[in-house]
């Protein structure tokens, strides 16, 4: 039996035992500042998995829930995304707009809070949280996002703080980093507004401080607590960069997107004189990675140089997003996300990957690349599983 063979063999018995493990499981209180100085430090020897918006395949995206599943589920960083509420709250939530992901829709109380506004060049109708308190925000529910996935926590979880989700990675049992977003700057900065003159990235970075997130990427008080910044938005990068050295990531998008800051186009943020003035500020890049692989008619075509400019610039790359459904792997993989890991760690080179499904990209490399010393431990794993399905065919 080869690995993904095996692998795929667990992976239905480590789901159930991770439902099993989850349910029931209060939502996380505000940070409880345990001091576990033994727990287990941050692997660095393989590229990151970064559980984006938290293990959001399996439970609605930036619930507590979804980011404890993810750090049982193996992530070396929890993501999320950083917006405001009307009385200057910093949550967790992806859309400027409630629409999608909320039950506001059902909240006669709200009718009369839709608006519409432009969102980076675009108009968008609906109910923003700029709008909002973060009491009212709280009496909304969260719901999956995709209608191929399990739909059956829908309504049952609350939007979280940023101090909340602060708060599961301190409390988890090793250390796991945190990966915020700098979301939406320019649209925060225009409709809310803090009573003592700050802006939204000062707030961002206070609060970060509050709790100890600092030092330069690799430092020992960046080890003791691992952060990544990232945004999409260069200016906020280089504000911020007088605020705290912590390392921080430039996102990019699609090769059709201006930055919704300076309006610059994508050939000229991934030019090598970019990069070269982008790298005093950042330590890598977060691609879309279709940009760095484009795909034509779901098939993958030939690499761009991206990933090799970037690293020819010391800077990381961790691409987004990967998903194990077959809606979103392109065909070269025949359905399996194993390969897909397989492709982008040993042929593309990455850093680090932003995945929907954290147990798998850390089955994946628990088996490939183990922990030093482990090795043993795994092919005797191996041995015993193979025996195991063995006595099941010989019976």
């Given at each position: ?13 480590l ?5 099993h ?19 287990r430090?941050?692997?660095?020897f393989?590229p990151y ?125 090793r ?27 000062d707030?961002?970075?206070e609060l ?19 952060i ?15 605020l705290?050295?912590?390392?921080k990531?430039?996102?990019i998008d ?12 994508y050939?000229?943020?991934t030019?090598?004189?970019y ?14 990675k279709?940009t ?14 991206l ?61 490939t ?21 063995a ?5």
């Amino acid at each position: 039996m080869n690995v993904y063979t095996t692998i795929a063999f667990l992976v239905p018995l480590l789901v159930v035992l991770l439902v099993h493990g989850c349910d029931g499981r209060p939502l996380y209180p505000l940070p409880s500042h345990l001091k576990d100085t033994n727990r287990r430090l941050l692997q660095t020897f393989r590229p990151y998995n970064v559980a984006h918006r938290g293990s959001n395949g399996e439970l609605p995206e930036e619930t507590s829930p979804a980011y404890m599943r993810a750090i049982e589920e193996g992530a070396d960083f929890i993501e999320t995304d950083i917006l405001a509420t009307k009385d200057g709250a910093l949550i967790c939530f992806h859309d400027v707009c409630l629409n999608d992901v909320t039950d506001v829709a059902k909240h006669k109380e709200f009718a009369n809070r839709k608006r519409t506004y432009e969102v980076q060049g675009e108009n968008i109708t609906g109910w923003f949280t700029v709008d909002f308190t973060l009491e009212e925000l709280k009496t909304l529910r969260l719901k999956q996002r995709y209608k191929f996935r399990d739909q059956s926590y829908n309504g049952k979880f609350p939007i979280i703080t940023f101090e909340e989700f602060i708060s599961i990675a301190l409390d988890a049992p090793r250390v796991v980093g945190i990966y915020p977003e700098m979301k939406n700057p320019v649209f925060i900065n225009q409709h809310v507004k803090w009573a003592d003159g700050k802006k939204y990235e000062d707030k961002f970075v206070e609060l970060l401080q509050k709790y100890g997130f600092k030092g330069e990427y690799l430092s020992e008080d960046w080890i003791k607590q691992p952060i990544f910044i990232q945004s999409f938005a260069p200016t906020s990068l280089v504000y911020i960069s007088n605020l705290t050295n912590s390392p921080k990531i430039f996102l990019i998008d699609d090769v059709t997107i201006p930055t919704q800051d300076t309006n610059q186009s994508y050939w000229e943020i991934t030019s090598d004189d970019y990069f070269d003035f982008i790298k005093d500020y950042v330590v890598g890049i977060g691609p879309w990675k279709d940009t760095i692989v484009p795909p034509e008619h779901n098939h993958l075509t030939t690499m761009t140089d991206l990933v090799a400019k970037a690293h020819a610039h010391n800077l990381q790359v961790h691409p987004y997003t990967f998903r194990d459904e077959h809606e979103f792997l392109h065909t070269d993989f025949h359905q399996d996300p194993y390969a897909e890991y397989n492709y982008w760690i040993n042929e593309v080179g990455v850093d680090g990957l932003f995945t929907d499904f954290t147990g798998s990209l850390h089955n994946y490399q628990e088996w490939t690349s183990p922990p030093k010393g482990d090795e043993k431990n795994v092919s005797d794993l191996i041995n015993k599983i193979e025996a195991l399905i063995a006595s099941f065919k010989n019976g």
